[in-house]
Structure formats: C-alpha cells, structure tokens
C-alpha cells in the first residue's frame, strides 16, 4: 500500500507542469527532452506555476504552449524576447522563460535578443536549435551550415551561419550564456535547471537533429 502510495504520488509530480494536451511533435524530436528537463527544473526548483509565466515562439517548439501548464503567451514570430521582458518588467518577481527555435530568435527576433542581452533582464531563454527553420518543412535558418542544400537553398547556402554563442557573448560578455545537446541528456539537464536559476540574462543554445528534415543539412 505504501509503495503505491509513493509510486502515485511521483507520477502526479512528475505531470504538475503538463497539461493532458498529448505533444504532436514527430516520434524521437528533440522536444520532448526539452520539455520534460524544464518540467524536471521546476519541480525541483520548487516554482508555484502561478509564479512562472512563459512566451512561446512560432515554429515546432513553440508548441509547447499547449502542452505545459503554466502562464504563458504564445507570441508572434520572433516577439517572444519581448513580450517576456514586458511580463517581467510588469513584475520582477515572476519566473519567465521563452521558448523559441533558431529562426524566430536568431531571425525574426535578433535584434530582441540583443536588446534583452544587453539590459541583463532576468530572463531565461531557451533555444531548440536545429539548424532549419522545420515547421515549414526545411528551410534555410539563420544558424544553417554555409553550403547546405535546403528547401530554400537548392544550391547550397552562400550565407555565414550565426554563431549565438559568440555573437551573445561579444554583445554582453558577461551574460550566462552556454551551449547544450540532445544527445546529452544529462548536460542537457543540467544547464536547464542552471538558466533557470541565474540572476539575470541566460540563454541555452540547445543542438538537436530535426528527425524529420535533418537529413537535408548531410547531403
């Protein structure tokens, strides 16, 4: 009985942050991960969901706006940076996160995320980086490999892929600013639970393989 008691009780915690909403992203994506380790953060950060507020950007990963429980805004592309630095200027005391791809915060949003770098807000803002913009079926992003043969790029890119590490890093050296990988769950983990944590600006910068289109960027 008391075993089962305990088993119970872990499943509910492991479901607070969830909606019953089922993820619709393609068997194996990377976003799963993503979800599941910031769900993992917070419970174990202790954060009240009535606390936290997240912005959603559009794209694959900003579908998660249907399937976390929290406070949230689901943006328009690239405005996700903003609108999180106008719910936390309206109350310093909220956690507030943004969830976006490479293409509404490295493109559409860039110049958000310098601004937000630059003032040091105390934001978290965590990237699913898979180098395409995918939701529309592959095409060439901001942080594509110079020479990939995309939807949208049938020769090859001729552009200079961003490199957010650097460029965040040059803008405000200072800034919590650091790189992680699906295939490393546990650094994964990890560098979740400690952007959530830091006081002040951060930003985790997620590699992962679109399962769907990631094959485009091998050719």
Not at 65 to 84: E, K, N, S, W
Not at 122 to 150: E, F, R, W
Not at 185 to 203: C, N, R, T, W, Y
């Amino acid at each position: 009985m008391e075993d089962h008691f305990s088993q119970k009780s872990f499943v509910s915690n492991l479901e607070k942050y969830s909606t019953n909403i089922i993820p619709t992203w393609c068997p194996g994506c990377g976003n799963f991960q993503i979800k599941a380790f910031l769900e993992k953060a917070l419970r174990e950060l202790k954060i009240p969901k009535k606390n936290i507020v997240i912005t959603y950007d559009i794209g694959c990963v900003g579908n998660m706006a249907d399937f976390l429980d929290t406070f949230g805004v689901h943006t328009l592309h690239g405005r996700a940076i903003p609108v999180a630095l106008g719910v936390k200027i309206a109350n310093p005391k909220l956690t507030v996160i943004v969830i976006g791809g490479d293409g509404g915060i490295y493109g559409e949003g860039l110049n958000h995320l310098v601004t937000a770098t630059r003032t040091n807000t105390d934001i978290t803002v965590i990237v699913s980086n898979n180098c395409l913009y995918s939701l529309t079926t592959g095409q060439t992003s901001p942080t594509t490999p110079k020479g990939a043969k995309t939807k949208s790029t049938p020769e090859g890119s001729t552009l200079i892929p961003i490199d957010p590490i650097t460029f965040t890093k040059n803008v405000n050296p200072k800034s919590w600013v650091k790189k992680s990988d699906t295939k490393n769950p546990k650094d994964l983990q990890d560098k979740i639970k400690e952007a959530v944590l830091h006081k002040g600006f951060s930003l985790l910068d997620i590699d992962q393989e679109c399962v769907a289109f990631g094959k485009l960027l091998k050719k």
